[in-house]
């Protein structure tokens, strides 16, 4: 059997995004000894593809803006189905995590008084996104990191985990490989935090890079952690459509917060026909006061390109399937009409929407200054994700914390945009410092104690290679994942199809377990790839099995089956949990009532 | 320089041996630009090293040669030394070279096509050892701005230069008229501006040096900027023309040329 | 559907070696979506790296013809695709496999240089600065981190100068935070002594190779040379200083 390295921290954490790097700093700044699992290089996480920027009530260009107006706005935005816990208190500490990056050396778009620039987005009641251009992710993410190196962090740059180690009814840590030489580590740690981003993988579109296989979440839950909301998919209703080995790319919201509007083949604004009730008193019924929401104008309303995520998508494939899509497949993009309105458009778009401009020009030969581009949804985010407390984010497992996209609550049914990189900065920095306090009142344990596990995790990781480059291909079985999903747990589902996916599901485990490779451990990516099939299952099942079970439409889960909104399912969140013989097990989970406060803060903001 | 050579950090293994001169997997004609390059500034060195030397046919008629202005001498001094030839050129012809030669755009162009260091990008090297611009007497490269100064200076002059093109001694009396060598001489101190204005240096001293600037600051910043966008054009063109304006008054004053056309 | 070959360099250290790739091409493809291919059909063991495959991340750094390019932002469409198409990892660092290189000595030497230091707030207790003055250093943080610059720079590609130089990125890192007017940390000194800015012959390799389009060499360079001569070597400058 293959040796291993031990390594020794007091808080591990799992994932070097937005949320790991966030909960490394506080943890480090407790001053605990923290190591960083990374699956790729620093400052290559998902993070870096958020483009429109970071929701905060800071108020700098509309101070009519405050906590309270965010809060009820992610509520609105989620269906009610959030932990309310949650978002009182992203609402009310992201001004200060954006403030904090600033004085790390992040530089935002400022206002003409110096101040943070702030920009509208879908959802978002006031110009709320702290940005910098179109790669507002890029800035956070190199402010993070050129911050927590100079911090006694410890960096296991190209690493994954295969498991999580368990004992006594505590996480101690976990067991993984790195890419570079193939070999295998070992984490010994008092608390660890899992950051380790979405599940976009198991679609065949999406905006996610080849890391968001569900790690966290499947790691989590064969650790017997609870999962809730994983009915809730984001399918953002803009990605890239053509040429087809681009196909999800995503398009930020933010070319139509600058005034991008939506047409289908028909040159009709689409959007203006199917405005939801609970949106109707603060939507734009005419292009002209869409066009002055754009700019600034506070008696203006928003446009209906800028409702949530969810419908915008919805309607996008309804626009599709009833042949009123473009040449590929999707819907117009629009923003070079604003030339009718500015006289030097050209290089506002250029200014405002840099790498939008070079995205479309370079991959697609396309001028987004001069010609509509062709959008269509894509998966974006995942809104479930690993059940954790609101407060400290320690899930159902002792010692086990998750921040980010991979822990659940914030987001409820639907996200807004915006809000993923303020959720990673503020429940990361609440992990990091729960983590450290939970690591300081409890001692290690040796290796001996998770010895087994270690074995059996050699065994997995070593099996592909046992079986050879004659076993089934796993990038074969990846892309049918993918396929199939997309087909049939996508964007609108029924009873049926998700039927016949649980079904697929199965037939491709079997044929994971069958899977081969060939070559040697050294960085070698057809054995990652075999090794994160079982969590891409794991992931794609409990999505499936939920989404089965929710009997509404709702948010990410739209059901042509059942397409209205229920009220007792808006009662209830769904929690997955992995039963005593390994089988997935499902409860209504009541949401809790509300404290008054906050109750208030709703109703003065419907 | 107490801290000189501090190591900054190895490299775990080696990187790949240093490929011979020469050596790309580039499929482009990736030699040709480092050889006009070559071609371009080896012609001028060559051209006005030699009209340098000349000391004659610098004036024809109102015009003033720029390589010769200003005229400080017209006779041999008594210290000038005995194996050099006198040559007026000689007394300024060093200020606007060494503005050229400290420039940034030419010792990029030059250290690829002289020094092949690197010929171009992604080529083999000729040599192992390299020292940059670290040391003697590279580290003179550093006065480009001194040059600087000088080259505005000679601006000015040259600006005037363009002046006294305008007025032509008719009967002992000066008059004014534009010809084809009216416009030559206007057009040289324009491109020479657009070189000199947007020189790195000067970005560098208008307000470059600072992080915040006001309002003028930054509009004078923004100018110099845009022309050092283009530098490397400015560069050429100037050139190009300073040898031309050379050549043409030259042979008006050899009596070569004789058709200095009358505009009006 | 038309097929094309690639010509990708394969193994590890002395044993590495070309290998040529038939795949079939379609509209619209990048070198990242042929490599995939290959891999997925005919050399599941290739090591590649790659993140977002839409030019954000900076991962999937190679050379390609000869060139140091994003292999996700290289469409099949701008190479002659008659002649085999090279593929090769970047040179300027260590070889791991394949297309996969060391490039940690980026991160090591990074963490040397002193980080973004706060200045004090202004009057009203703020830290106030204006898209004008900002817009320099925001070129440069638009940096991803794919370090052509730094494989594409002679210095460290051919004069392996690792020890001495700390290349491209890291003068826009330092460039960056020198820039920024809530900064009040000074590097002039390491610039000249420890990172030797004085290395750079200015051949503008790096921007010429940037995926970014920053202007590496013109508005970071240059301008970090030019404060250096004014702290260490402008005699003018130095007096200037002492009377004023």
């Given at each position: 059997?293959?040796?291993?390295?031990?390594?020794?921290?007091?808080?591990?954490?799992?994932?070097?995004?937005?949320?790991?790097?966030?909960?490394?700093?506080?943890?480090?700044?407790?001053?605990?000894?923290?190591?960083?699992?990374?699956?790729?290089?620093?400052?290559?996480?998902?993070?870096?593809?958020?483009?429109?920027?970071?929701?905060?009530?800071?108020?700098?260009?509309?101070?009519?803006?405050?906590?309270?107006?965010?809060?009820?706005?992610?509520?609105?935005?989620?269906?009610?189905?959030?932990?309310?816990?949650?978002?009182?208190?992203?609402?009310?500490?992201?001004?200060?995590?954006?403030?904090?990056?600033?004085?790390?050396?992040?530089?935002?778009?400022?206002?003409?008084?110096?101040?943070?620039?702030?920009?509208?987005?879908?959802?978002?009641?006031?110009?709320?996104?702290?940005?910098?251009?179109?790669?507002?992710?890029?800035?956070?993410?190199?402010?993070?990191?050129?911050?927590?190196?100079?911090?006694?962090?410890?960096?296991?740059?190209?690493?994954?985990?295969?498991?999580?180690?368990?004992?006594?009814?505590?996480?101690?840590?976990?067991?993984?490989?790195?890419?570079?030489?193939?070999r295998y580590k070992l984490f010994l740690a008092k608390a660890v935090v899992l950051a380790t981003g979405g599940i976009g993988r198991a679609f065949q579109i999406t905006s996610?890079?080849?890391?968001?296989?569900?790690?966290?979440?499947?790691?989590?839950?064969?650790?017997?952690?609870?999962?809730?909301?994983?009915?809730?998919?984001?399918?953002?209703?803009?990605?890239?459509?053509?040429?087809?080995?681009?196909?999800?790319?995503?398009?930020?919201?933010?070319?139509?917060?600058?005034?991008?509007?939506?047409?289908?083949?028909?040159?009709?604004?689409?959007?203006?026909?199917?405005?939801?009730?609970?949106?109707?008193?603060?939507?734009?019924?005419?292009?002209?006061?869409?066009?002055?929401?754009?700019?600034?104008?506070?008696?203006?309303?928003?446009?209906?390109?800028?409702?949530?995520?969810?419908?915008?998508?919805?309607?996008?494939?309804?626009?599709?399937?009833?042949?009123?899509?473009?040449?590929?497949?999707?819907?117009?993009?629009?923003?070079?009409?604003?030339?009718?309105?500015?006289?030097?458009?050209?290089?506002?778009?250029?200014?405002?929407?840099?790498?939008?401009?070079?995205?479309?020009?370079?991959?697609?030969?396309?001028?987004?200054?001069?010609?509509?581009?062709?959008?269509?949804?894509?998966?974006?985010?995942?809104?479930?994700?690993?059940?954790?407390?609101?407060?400290?984010?320690?899930?159902?497992?002792?010692?086990?914390?998750?921040?980010?996209?991979?822990?659940?609550?914030?987001?409820?049914?639907?996200?807004?945009?915006?809000?993923?990189?303020?959720?990673?900065?503020?429940?990361?920095?609440?992990?990091?410092?729960?983590?450290?306090?939970?690591?300081?009142?409890?001692?290690?344990?040796?290796?001996?104690?998770?010895?087994?596990?270690?074995?059996?995790?050699?065994?997995?990781?070593?099996?592909?290679?046992?079986?050879?480059?004659?076993?089934?291909?796993?990038?074969?079985?990846?892309?049918?994942?993918?396929?199939?999903?997309?087909?049939?747990?996508?964007?609108?589902?029924?009873?049926?199809?998700?039927?016949?996916?649980?079904?697929?599901?199965?037939?491709?485990?079997?044929?994971?377990?069958?899977?081969?490779?060939?070559?040697?451990?050294?960085?070698?990516?057809?054995?990652?790839?075999?090794?994160?099939?079982?969590?891409?299952?794991?992931?794609?099942?409990?999505?499936?099995?939920?989404?089965?079970?929710?009997?509404?439409?709702?948010?990410?889960?739209?059901?042509?089956?059942?397409?209205?909104?229920?009220?007792?399912?808006?009662?209830?969140?769904?929690?997955?949990?992995?039963?005593?013989?390994?089988?997935?097990?499902?409860?209504?989970?009541?949401?809790?009532?509300?404290?008054?406060?906050?109750?208030?803060?709703?109703?003065?903001?419907? | 320089?107490?801290?000189?050579?501090?190591?900054?950090?190895?490299?775990?293994?080696?990187?790949?041996?240093?490929?011979?001169?020469?050596?790309?997997?580039?499929?482009?004609?990736?030699?040709?630009?480092?050889?006009?390059?070559?071609?371009?500034?080896?012609?001028?060195?060559?051209?006005?090293?030699?009209?340098?030397?000349?000391?004659?046919?610098?004036?024809?008629?109102?015009?003033?040669?720029?390589?010769?202005?200003?005229?400080?001498?017209?006779?041999?001094?008594?210290?000038?030394?005995?194996?050099?030839?006198?040559?007026?050129?000689?007394?300024?012809?060093?200020?606007?070279?060494?503005?050229?030669?400290?420039?940034?755009?030419?010792?990029?162009?030059?250290?690829?096509?002289?020094?092949?260091?690197?010929?171009?990008?992604?080529?083999?090297?000729?040599?192992?050892?390299?020292?940059?611009?670290?040391?003697?007497?590279?580290?003179?490269?550093?006065?480009?701005?001194?040059?600087?100064?000088?080259?505005?200076?000679?601006?000015?002059?040259?600006?005037?230069?363009?002046?006294?093109?305008?007025?032509?001694?008719?009967?002992?009396?000066?008059?004014?008229?534009?010809?084809?060598?009216?416009?030559?001489?206007?057009?040289?101190?324009?491109?020479?501006?657009?070189?000199?204005?947007?020189?790195?240096?000067?970005?560098?001293?208008?307000?470059?040096?600072?992080?915040?600037?006001?309002?003028?600051?930054?509009?004078?910043?923004?100018?110099?900027?845009?022309?050092?966008?283009?530098?490397?054009?400015?560069?050429?063109?100037?050139?190009?023309?300073?040898?031309?304006?050379?050549?043409?008054?030259?042979?008006?004053?050899?009596?070569?040329?004789?058709?200095?056309?009358?505009?009006? | 559907?038309?097929?094309?070959?690639?010509?990708?360099?394969?193994?590890?250290?002395?044993?590495?070696?070309?290998?040529?790739?038939?795949?079939?091409?379609?509209?619209?493809?990048?070198?990242?979506?042929?490599?995939?291919?290959?891999?997925?059909?005919?050399?599941?063991?290739?090591?590649?790296?790659?993140?977002?495959?839409?030019?954000?991340?900076?991962?999937?750094?190679?050379?390609?013809?000869?060139?140091?390019?994003?292999?996700?932002?290289?469409?099949?469409?701008?190479?002659?695709?008659?002649?085999?198409?090279?593929?090769?990892?970047?040179?300027?660092?260590?070889?791991?496999?394949?297309?996969?290189?060391?490039?940690?000595?980026?991160?090591e030497v990074k963490k040397q240089i002193p980080p973004f230091h706060l200045r004090p707030p202004g009057a009203d207790g703020t830290w106030r600065a204006y898209q004008k003055?900002?817009?320099?250093?925001?070129?440069?943080?638009k940096c991803i981190e794919c370090f052509l610059c730094q494989d594409v720079c002679h210095v460290l590609r051919d004069h392996h100068m690792h020890e001495k130089f700390i290349?491209?990125?890291?003068?826009?890192?330092?460039?960056?935070?020198?820039?920024?007017?809530?900064?009040?940390?000074?590097?002039?000194?390491?610039?000249?002594?420890?990172?030797?800015?004085?290395?750079?012959?200015?051949?503008?390799?790096?921007?010429?190779?940037?995926?970014?389009?920053?202007?590496?060499?013109?508005?970071?360079?240059?301008?970090?040379?030019?404060?250096?001569?004014?702290?260490?070597?402008?005699?003018?400058?130095?007096?200037?200083?002492?009377?004023?």
């Open positions: 059997m293959p040796g291993y390295e031990t390594h020794e921290y007091d808080v591990l954490i799992v994932g070097a995004g937005g949320a790991g790097l966030r909960a490394a700093i506080e943890a480090a700044a407790a001053g605990v000894r923290v190591g960083v699992i990374s699956k790729s290089l620093l400052g290559k996480a998902h993070t870096v593809m958020a483009e429109g920027g970071m929701a905060a009530a800071l108020g700098h260009v509309d101070d009519r803006d405050n906590w309270r107006v965010h809060f009820a706005d992610t509520m609105r935005g989620g269906y009610y189905l959030n932990n309310w816990r949650m978002a009182e208190l992203h609402a009310k500490e992201a001004p200060d995590r954006v403030r904090e990056l600033e004085q790390w050396g992040a530089i935002f778009d400022r206002t003409p008084d110096g101040r943070i620039l702030q920009r509208n987005f879908g959802g978002h009641r006031y110009p709320r996104l702290a940005h910098v251009g179109d790669r507002t992710g890029l800035e956070i993410i190199r402010t993070l990191q050129d911050h927590a190196v100079q911090q006694s962090i410890t960096f296991h740059m190209e690493t994954t985990l295969l498991t999580l180690l368990n004992s006594g009814g505590r996480c101690v840590g976990g067991f993984g490989y790195e890419r570079e030489r193939g996610n890079s080849w890391e968001y296989t569900g790690d966290g979440q499947a790691l989590a839950f064969q650790a017997g952690a609870a999962l809730r909301d994983v009915e809730f998919v984001q399918f953002h209703p803009t990605g890239m459509v053509w040429p087809p080995s681009v196909r999800g790319i995503l398009v930020t919201e933010g070319v139509r917060g600058e005034g991008g509007v939506l047409r289908n083949n028909e040159g009709k604004r689409f959007l203006f026909d199917d405005v939801p009730e609970n949106y109707r008193s603060s939507t734009a019924d005419n292009a002209e006061e869409g066009w002055r929401y754009t700019q600034g104008d506070k008696s203006a309303r928003r446009p209906p390109e800028l409702l949530t995520r969810d419908h915008v998508a919805r309607c996008i494939r309804r626009e599709v399937r009833a042949g009123r899509g473009s040449p590929h497949g999707g819907v117009f993009l629009d923003i070079a009409w604003i030339k009718e309105k500015l006289p030097n458009s050209v290089e506002h778009i250029k200014k405002k929407l840099p790498s939008m401009y070079h995205q479309f020009k370079q991959l697609a030969d396309l001028d987004i200054t001069q010609q509509p581009m062709e959008v269509g949804p894509t998966t974006h985010y995942f809104m479930g994700g690993i059940t954790v407390d609101g407060d400290t984010q320690m899930t159902g497992i002792d010692g086990l914390f998750a921040a980010g996209e991979c822990a659940a609550g914030l987001h409820g049914a639907n996200r807004l945009g915006g809000n993923s990189l303020s959720d990673l900065l503020v429940f990361g920095k609440r992990a990091g410092e729960h983590a450290a306090a939970y690591a300081s009142n409890h001692a290690a344990v040796g290796a001996s104690a998770v010895g087994d596990q270690i074995a059996s995790a050699i065994q997995r990781g070593e099996a592909p290679f046992e079986r050879g480059a004659q076993g089934e291909n796993p990038y074969a079985i990846q892309h049918e994942l993918q396929e199939m999903m997309q087909n049939l747990v996508g964007i609108v589902r029924t009873e049926d199809e998700m039927e016949q996916a649980l079904g697929a599901i199965a037939g491709l485990r079997q044929r994971a377990a069958k899977v081969g490779i060939g070559g040697n451990r050294e960085y070698n990516n057809g054995w990652h790839t075999a090794l994160d099939l079982d969590n891409l299952l794991t992931v794609a099942e409990l999505v499936t099995r939920a989404g089965k079970e929710r009997r509404e439409s709702r948010g990410g889960h739209f059901r042509e089956d059942y397409p209205d909104k229920d009220a007792e399912w808006g009662k209830v969140n769904l929690e997955l949990s992995r039963g005593p013989n390994g089988a997935i097990e499902s409860r209504k989970i009541p949401v809790r009532p509300m404290p008054e406060d906050l109750l208030q803060a709703i109703e003065e903001n419907k | 320089m107490s801290t000189i050579d501090v190591p900054l950090k190895a490299l775990k293994s080696p990187p790949p041996p240093q490929r011979p001169f020469g050596r790309t997997e580039r499929p482009d004609l990736w030699w040709v630009q480092p050889l006009l390059v070559f071609l371009g500034l080896g012609a001028f060195v060559v051209y006005s090293t030699w009209a340098a030397f000349q000391g004659d046919f610098y004036r024809f008629g109102p015009y003033l040669s720029p390589m010769y202005s200003p005229v400080l001498l017209t006779t041999r001094p008594g210290w000038w030394p005995a194996f050099l030839p006198f040559s007026a050129a000689l007394l300024i012809l060093w200020a606007p070279g060494g503005f050229r030669v400290t420039c940034y755009y030419y010792r990029g162009a030059y250290y690829k096509a002289f020094w092949a260091d690197p010929a171009t990008c992604a080529v083999g090297e000729p040599r192992k050892s390299y020292w940059g611009e670290r040391k003697w007497p590279l580290l003179l490269q550093n006065s480009h701005r001194y040059f600087l100064y000088l080259a505005l200076l000679f601006l000015v002059l040259l600006a005037h230069d363009a002046w006294n093109s305008m007025w032509f001694m008719v009967n002992g009396v000066k008059q004014f008229q534009i010809h084809l060598g009216t416009i030559i001489m206007i057009v040289d101190p324009i491109l020479l501006g657009g070189y000199t204005l947007g020189c790195h240096s000067l970005r560098h001293l208008v307000g470059g040096r600072r992080d915040v600037k006001g309002g003028a600051r930054k509009k004078t910043y923004d100018c110099v900027t845009c022309l050092n966008g283009v530098h490397m054009r400015w560069a050429w063109f100037s050139l190009f023309w300073v040898m031309f304006t050379d050549i043409y008054v030259r042979l008006g004053a050899m009596g070569i040329w004789t058709h200095d056309w009358r505009l009006f | 559907m038309a097929t094309a070959t690639f010509r990708i360099w394969r193994g590890e250290g002395e044993q590495s070696a070309y290998v040529d790739y038939p795949c079939e091409v379609e509209e619209g493809m990048v070198v990242l979506d042929a490599v995939h291919r290959i891999q997925a059909t005919q050399a599941n063991d290739m090591a590649v790296r790659w993140n977002c495959k839409a030019g954000k991340c900076g991962s999937c750094s190679a050379e390609i013809n000869g060139m140091p390019k994003l292999m996700c932002m290289t469409r099949l469409n701008s190479l002659d695709l008659s002649k085999p198409v090279t593929i090769e990892p970047m040179k300027a660092f260590p070889h791991i496999k394949d297309l996969v290189t060391d490039v940690s000595w980026n991160y003055d900002v817009d320099r250093p925001q070129e440069f943080r290349g491209p990125r890291l003068l826009i890192h330092v460039a960056q935070m020198e820039m920024n007017p809530l900064d009040d940390g000074n590097r002039l000194e390491a610039l000249k002594d420890e990172y030797n800015i004085g290395y750079c012959n200015i051949t503008k390799c790096c921007t010429k190779v940037c995926p970014e389009g920053i202007h590496i060499t013109d508005n970071a360079i240059i301008p970090l040379k030019e404060r250096v001569v004014d702290e260490f070597y402008d005699p003018l400058h130095k007096l200037f200083k002492i009377f004023k």
